[in-house]
């Protein structure tokens, strides 16, 4: 645990004190300053006078306004300094005055405001002490050296202040931008949720109806056939149940102890599985061709393409009235071709895909790939997706 020093307590309470009431604290440590050679004057010093004590007045009182008025607080502090000086009221060894308003100026006025007071207060030094009896050489230097160190800590002031605001700015902007990046991930998540999920309830309702619809046709003549359809819709509600616990399972951001950890999502090994499913609950002739050398994919694009390919065969369940379709995985270099052709109503079924069609796209896009949609050269619907592979996605996102 850090402990602040006691310059940096007195400094932070300091900035979140009354601006007029640090000042005038500051206006009266000048005037007290500028009154003790006057009260304890040296020997041979002249003697203190009403017009001397407010000359050194007007050097101090104005510091009340310094900062919210500092080039008129210079002006009147620069008037009162000189003034004093040349009427012997005495003047002080130190003009304090004239080192705060310098030091208000360098940090505060504009640019022109400062360089102007500076040579001001330079030549006007010099010249006073040109009028003065028996000036020393280190006088002029002194002063004049004095005066620059004033506005030298006033310019570090300004400097420190701005490079401060620059820090707060760029802190803001990054929490913004962090804030910004959240958002946009969270939606994207809720957007990844909602076509998985999509496509599960999609695709495990289509099939349930196929079989509900055809059960009780053979209910009486088939009941073998009639169970089989009523097996087939339990299982596709109870993969349909494991696939959503799984998705939602995201949702959650504390998991008991005692819970098992997920199941990964399913991926183009899981194809095979799917394409059997499909087949056996529907009773469409499903056959997934592959050509190339499978090679490793990025664990979304895994998820991609299996829900792409149920999707795909999903529309064809529910739209095509097809009663063959084929799942093809073409293995390139940089790319895997996914393709699902059907030969059902062909053209008349984009129509018909609904958000299906627009989801597959998203995925396809999503991976850095693309994907197309119509009908067969021979008859039929099919849907093309191109998806990189490991080594050529970095090329497709840029």
């Known amino acids: 645990m850090s402990v602040r020093s ?51 007045a007007a050097t101090a009182v104005p510091l009340v306004w310094r900062r919210a008025a500092p080039f008129a607080t210079a ?3 620069s008037v009162a300094t000189p003034t004093q000086a040349l009427h012997h009221a005495p003047p002080p060894d130190l003009m304090y005055g004239g080192f705060v308003v310098l ?54 002031a300004r400097t420190q202040r701005a490079y401060t605001a620059e820090l707060e700015d760029r802190a803001r902007r990054l929490e913004r ?19 998985d999920m999509h496509d599960i309830l999609a695709h495990a309702v289509s099939l349930m109806v196929v079989q509900a619809e055809a059960g009780p046709v053979v209910v009486r003549s088939d009941p073998a056939r009639a169970e089989a359809a009523f097996e087939a819709i339990a299982t596709a509600g109870r993969d349909a149940m494991t696939q959503l616990r799984r998705i939602l399972g995201v949702l959650k951001q504390e998991q008991p102890a005692t819970e ?35 090679r490793p994919l990025p664990p979304d694009t895994e998820v991609a393409a299996y829900r792409i390919a149920q999707e795909a065969l ?56 693309g994907a197309t949609a119509g009908g067969a050269p021979d008859g039929g619907f099919r849907v093309v997706v191109r998806l990189p592979v490991a080594t050529g996605r970095r090329a497709a996102l840029g």
């Open 75 to 77: 002006c009147a502090v």
């Open 260 to 294: 098992p950890q997920r199941l990964p999502q399913p991926g183009v090994d899981a194809l095979s599985g799917l394409v059997r499913r499909v087949g056996e609950s529907t009773g469409l002739r499903v056959e997934l061709r592959v050509t190339g050398e499978p």
């Open 314 to 369: 999903t529309n064809t369940v529910k739209h095509a009235y097809a009663s063959s379709a084929t799942v093809g995985l073409d293995w390139a270099e940089d790319e895997v071709t996914l393709t699902v052709t059907d030969d059902g109503r062909g053209a008349s079924a984009p129509g018909e895909g609904g958000h299906g069609l627009i989801g597959i796209r998203e995925r396809a896009a999503a991976c850095g790939g």
């Open 103 to 156: 030091y208000t100026l360098a940090a505060l006025a504009r640019p022109w405001q400062r360089r102007l007071m500076l040579a001001g207060w330079l030549i006007g030094v010099a010249v006073t002490i040109s009028h003065k009896e028996d000036a020393e050489p280190f006088e002029y230097a002194f002063q004049l050296l004095s005066i620059v160190c004033a506005y030298a800590l006033g310019t570090l």
């Open 6 to 56: 006691p310059l940096a307590s007195v400094a932070a309470r300091l900035r979140t004190t009354n601006p007029y009431a640090v000042d005038a604290a500051v206006a009266a440590l000048v005037l007290f300053a500028v009154s003790l050679q006057w009260l304890f004057p040296d020997e041979g010093d002249d003697p203190l006078t009403w017009r001397g004590w407010l000359l050194g």
């Open 177 to 195: 931008e962090r804030a910004a990046g959240t958002a946009r991930a969270m939606a994207q998540e809720r957007s990844r949720i909602a076509r």
